[in-house]
């Protein structure tokens, strides 16, 4: 596992930083204060809940750290924890708003960095944790990999599904042009079997008034 320094100290984990957010370092602390020492299914979970708008981006740096570490370093994400977490100050932006009487009062945009590191539990720690999920009923969640995985797979699956949906309304589309084109010819072939027999009709009855006119000139 590669080391990280923080602060002073340095220790095994994996990090990922998110530079230059658009908040100030005391409203991410806030929200940082929540996750630090949780596992990543429960950080994850606190975060996702939280009303913070500032938890958004804290959870995307939670989920880049961990898949560093699977990515990395081989872990797995049910395995870790958040060893360290923290936000610094960063350039702040000055903006100036008009008052009264041709003052005007300065705002200020604040900026932080937010950084995130994650860590592997002991085997003694891990061994503790699954007994106590045995006792509760439940198990280690999926690792963030296996989630996407299955979520990328799922939406593979929903794409596939659409697309065959799509090809059988074409094909129901196409179907009544056919069924059209038939009944074209049924009704064209009746007709012209009815011209057919009108003709014949026609002849009949022209060769019964030549016979009629014979016998009378006879």
Request: net charge negative; hydrophobic share 35%; aromatic share 4%.
């Amino acid at each position: 596992m590669t080391a990280v320094t923080v602060g002073a100290e340095t220790r095994p984990g994996s990090r990922a930083v998110a530079k230059y957010v658009r908040s100030s370092a005391y409203k991410a602390r806030e929200v940082l204060d929540l996750v630090r020492g949780k596992s990543y299914s429960e950080a994850r979970e606190i975060l996702t809940f939280s009303e913070r708008r500032i938890s958004d981006t804290i959870a995307k740096c939670l989920d880049s750290a961990v898949a560093n570490a699977e990515h990395n370093d081989e872990l797995d994400g049910d395995e870790l924890f958040v060893a360290a977490c923290y936000a610094d100050e960063g350039p702040t932006l000055k903006r100036w708003r008009p008052r009264a009487r041709g003052r005007a009062t300065r705002i200020r945009k604040r900026t932080c960095h937010i950084t995130v590191v994650v860590a592997r539990y002991t085997d003694e720690e891990l061994a503790d944790f699954d007994a106590r999920m045995a006792l509760k009923g439940t198990g280690r969640r999926t690792s963030a990999a296996e989630t996407r995985r299955r979520r990328v797979a799922a939406s593979r699956e929903r794409d596939a599904s659409r697309a065959e949906d799509h090809d059988h309304d074409e094909d129901d589309i196409e179907a009544p042009d056919d069924a059209e084109a038939e009944a074209e010819a049924v009704s064209e072939a009746e007709a012209v079997s009815e011209a057919d027999d009108s003709d014949a009709v026609s002849e009949a009855d022209q060769a019964e008034a030549e016979s009629e006119e014979d016998e009378k000139e006879s």
